[in-house]
């Protein structure tokens, strides 16, 4: 009798361990939103930079899979954004444009993310997860766009977007705006983007215990063009003063985003973490000196350097390493993932752009995720279907790319596909005709400059 007591004790005490340690592995796991800001394409090691080693963010990419043809659903960074978060194209709400410098004459209260849009942090909240964002919103600055009430349990940052390097004022205004904070009394900054690392290691350190979402908003390599002297002088060799800072700006970046991944490893939360890394928008050349190589046009428009960044996606033991996956896939993506894999149902309620990547990763959906992309951008539109995308502008003939063999967008060939180029700018124009008006517009400056960025030349290869 006794020896069966002992017997049953020993397990039931086994069940319940194996019983634990099941619910570790099942259990909802973390997602970390890593957002660089106007970063190039070119400007890592991972995709051929000679002058910037990006280790860390390489070792994202072995460790994890590298997305080739992996976009954003705007240009810049509002709209950008207003998609990454909802998992919905910005301007299927009205959430066409920038904020900063707008066209006077809308309503300020609706110059944010608008209220009839849900967040994925909202989403993960309502599922058990808490959430938190350090850094840059950027979704509005009236107290109804705040992030936390958006979704948020946890803010360290700005509402704006951007801020200065080095100084963060009590009574500052734009760039150099008052860190805010919900949860302590906001440290002084030193370098921001070290500021951010430290911010998001207290973060994970402190919500280890539970399914945790972090959206570590970084504004590097963002203007303006702030680094270190100790950074700065690894990079001495290059003689353009504002690429020498941007090397820096993103060598920073590349450091933080290693106390990251050293500090879920640390945590023991590796294979319950999924991570990934994404820039904002592409490069603009003009204003911080970035390359977007092989790529030609920068931020801004809708040519591949605008478009087209870097995207990876790590998760230990759940998706391969070192993989590259070769369809095109989306920023709008992620939002679906996280809620899916946090246990959500996309259904007719939950309307979302993006898709589920894991099982396309994983081959158990050998379909493309996507069939066609579309963006519209102030002035400019463009269709991508297949190979093939058509850029839209007002009062020129159309452009049409083969990316297959013209990833450069180098030879226009519209009029030699005169049957594709009609057909394309009439799908592009059906969806277009069907899109909401903008909430607020883009200002007179920014829309003026939109063709000449479209004429200007680019640098399609990587310096030395
Ligand atoms: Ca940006």
């Known amino acids: 009798m006794y020896i069966k007591f002992i017997f049953n004790t020993i397990v039931l005490v086994f069940l319940s361990i194996v019983s634990a340690n099941c619910q570790k592995t099942n259990a909802k796991p973390n997602f970390i939103l890593i957002v660089a800001d106007d970063l190039g394409f070119a400007d890592l ?8 080693a990006t280790p860390n963010i390489d070792r994202l990419a072995e460790e994890g899979v590298n997305f080739s043809q992996g976009y954003v ?9 207003a998609g990454l978060l909802t998992g919905r194209y910005g301007v299927s709400f009205g959430h066409d444009n920038n904020i900063g410098g707008n066209q006077p004459g809308f309503d300020p209260q609706f110059l944010g993310l608008p209220l009839t849009e849900t967040t994925i942090a909202t989403r993960l909240h309502k599922l058990g997860y808490v959430t938190g964002i350090i850094g840059k919103w950027h979704l509005g600055y009236e107290p109804q766009f705040h992030p936390l009430k958006r979704g948020f349990d946890e803010f ?23 860190i805010e904070c919900n949860y302590k009394t906001p440290q002084a900054i030193t370098y921001i983007t070290d500021d951010k690392g430290d911010e998001c290691v207290d973060f994970i350190t402190r919500h280890k215990k539970e399914p945790f979402f972090l959206f570590a908003s970084f504004n590097a390599p963002h203007a303006p063009m702030q680094a270190t002297e100790a950074d700065l002088e690894l990079f001495k060799n290059i003689k353009n003063e504002k690429r020498r800072k941007y ?12 106390r990251i991944l050293k500090t879920v490893e640390k945590e023991g939360l590796s294979k319950n973490t999924l991570i990934v890394f994404i820039s904002d928008n592409g490069g603009p050349v003009d204003s911080n000196a970035s390359i977007n190589a092989p790529f030609n046009g920068q931020k801004g428009i809708l040519l591949e350097g605008g478009i087209h960044v870097p995207f990876i996606m790590k998760w230990m033991g759940k998706l391969p390493a070192g993989k590259t996956y070769t369809n095109p896939v989306i920023s709008l993506d992620f939002a679906a993932t996280f809620y899916e894999l946090a246990g959500g149902k996309i259904t007719d309620d939950v309307k979302l752009d993006g898709v589920n990547l894991i099982p396309f990763i994983l081959g158990d959906n050998a379909d493309k995720p996507h069939e066609a992309f579309n963006w519209k951008f102030t002035i400019s539109a463009a269709i991508r279907e297949g190979d093939w995308k058509l850029i839209r502008l007002p009062d020129r003939f159309p452009m049409l790319y083969n990316l297959a063999n013209d990833i450069s967008e180098q030879n226009d060939l519209a009029f030699e596909n005169l049957d594709r180029t009609k057909a394309m700018l009439k799908t592009l124009g059906n969806w277009d005709v069907h899109l909401p008006h903008p909430v607020f517009l883009e200002g007179y400056v920014w829309k003026a400059r939109q063709l000449d960025l479209y004429d200007r030349k680019y640098p399609l290869v990587q310096p030395e």
Do not use: E
Request: hydrophobic content about 30%; aromatic content about 10%; proline content about 8%.
């Open 247 to 258: 090397c820096a700006m993103v060598h920073r970046l590349d450091i933080n985003v290693g």
């Open 156 to 178: 360290w940052g700005y509402t704006g977007g951007g801020h200065d390097y080095f100084v963060a004022l009590p009574d500052g205004k734009g760039y150099k705006a008052p």
């Open 45 to 52: 090691s991972l995709n051929g930079s000679k002058q910037i």
């Open 73 to 81: 659903s705007a240009p810049v960074c509002s709209p950008s954004r």
